[in-house]
């Protein structure tokens, strides 16, 4: 059976491992189609900052989802047992390396093969699904794996902003100039510290809808919920006061209501699949912000790192929304609406920065890949616009109604259907989930096996690339 994941970031090597350890799968041609020169970082973990830190502990981060102290191994093996600390919050560059070694690992046993491309489009047959390249290649697999992440995501719409971590972001103005930062997240926290660490000095504003910022992480006892203590299936409002009363439980018992949001982890999904189209439009545009900065937590060093900048006063949360926002001289002007005062605030800043986050409505900014699906109704975006229509076994859905036979999307891509589906424990399970549920290699035809769709010199530079 021939394999291609498009995208070679997290998801991507987190799926081909999985798809490269099934019983049976020894024959199989696994293809991570990516136009990076290594895989495994992606953007996620591509910084080079050691003040960006995971946001989740070590022990929780294994790649592997049938072994849980994988990660925590590797550490172990890397720098010694005194620094791999199952409880540590190590650099997200560290997690890079970790999958650009299990990317490599798989490479050199000949279990995956990475193919520098771009893939531009997608074909979808009886015998098989053609994929395309910028370059004019093609090849024919019997299955394919979207495994996109966070590509083809914009800067604000209609507003000069940068995106964060670029050279455009980090430099060219002056060091005592005010920055905006619109969104309140983690990827502001690290945004931030970013610019401390580059000797940024001026005052650094961040805009969000409610002005929230994430919780931090405190060490804790697991517990488990029974099922009968999830309020599954029942009105979002109802859901919202007994999941605060068992955290105020959890609280008066002695404990910390992150208890209770860990321990619900295993019953996320089902909630947001439990939930009917209105409850789900309530949760985004009423309860999401709060459920983010409870559920995804910075770590406690990263904690104290962001509370010296708001105590020197450098760093200033605003509750509002942008109106409008024009180039002016070498900065912007940009036109707030404050949530608690009437009227509105004007900022002159020398850069905005777009730290809001994953993608929304992919039919508005996708990739070419995602495009092109969409223009031609082989996939659909989900009625809230947050992600791809994806069916319970993860196959794309098309315009119709239609589940794929051959294709399948991960990650980012599938949040509509499962909403955590961006932090790796999430996402190794999604893997596993596709691992499990494909045929045996066994099953696949010889014929779309061996079928490629390139020419002369192309032929020949792919099978080269693929050796």
Known sequence: MRIAIVGGGATGVI?????????????????????GAELGRGLAYSTTDPLHLLNVRAANMSALAD??????????????????????????WTYGDYL???????????????????CVDLIETDKGVALCFASGAAIVADVAVLATGHDGKPALDGVPAEQPWTDEAMAGFDPMAPILIVGSGLTMVDMALSLDRHGHRGPIHVLSRRGLLPAAHRPTIARTLEPEEVPLGVELSGMVLRLRALAAAE???????????????????QLWRAMTHEQRRRFLRHARPYWDV??????????????????????????????????E???????????????????????????????????????????????????????????????????????????????????P???????????????????????????????????????????????????????
């Open 413 to 467: 891509l599938a949040r509509a259907a499962f909403w955590e589906s961006t932090a790796i424990p999430d996402i190794r399970l999604q893997c596993r989930e596709l691992a499990d549920s494909l045929p045996r290699a066994d099953a696949a035809t010889e014929e779309s096996n061996a079928t490629t769709f390139e020419s002369g010199g192309q032929r020949r530079r792919m099978m080269s690339s693929r050796q």
């Open 294 to 327: 409870h559920r995804h937590r910075m770590a406690p060093e990263v904690e104290r790192r962001l509370a010296e900048l708001i105590q020197s006063r450098r760093l200033n949360v605003i509750a509002g929304s942008l109106t409008h926002a024009a180039t």
């Open 100 to 118: 650009v070694d299990i990317a490599r690992g798989l490479e050199a046993a000949g279990r995956i093969a990475h193919l520098r491309e771009r």
């Open 329 to 411: 001289g070498n900065g912007v002007a940009v036109e707030l609406r404050l949530r608690s005062a009437k009227g509105a605030r004007t900022l002159h800043v020398a850069r905005v920065i777009d730290c809001t986050g994953l993608m929304d409505n992919p039919a508005k900014f996708a990739n070419r890949l995602i495009g092109g699906l969409l223009a031609r109704g082989l996939a659909c975006v989900d009625a809230l616009s947050i992600g791809l229509e994806v069916s319970e076994d993860l196959a794309l859905v098309d315009a119709c109604g239609r589940a794929s036979k051959r294709v399948r999307a991960l990650g």
């Open 251 to 269: 609280t008066r018992a002695g404990g910390d209501w992150r208890v209770t949001i860990d321990a619900l982890r295993p019953y996320t999904q």
């Open 67 to 92: 072994e849980p102290h994988h990660f925590c191994a590797w550490l172990e093996a890397r720098f010694g047992a005194t620094q791999a600390s199952p409880f540590s919050f190590v650099s997200r």
């Open 15 to 35: 799926a081909a491992a999985h798809l490269a350890a099934r019983p049976h799968s020894r024959g199989d041609d696994i293809l991570v189609i990516d136009p």
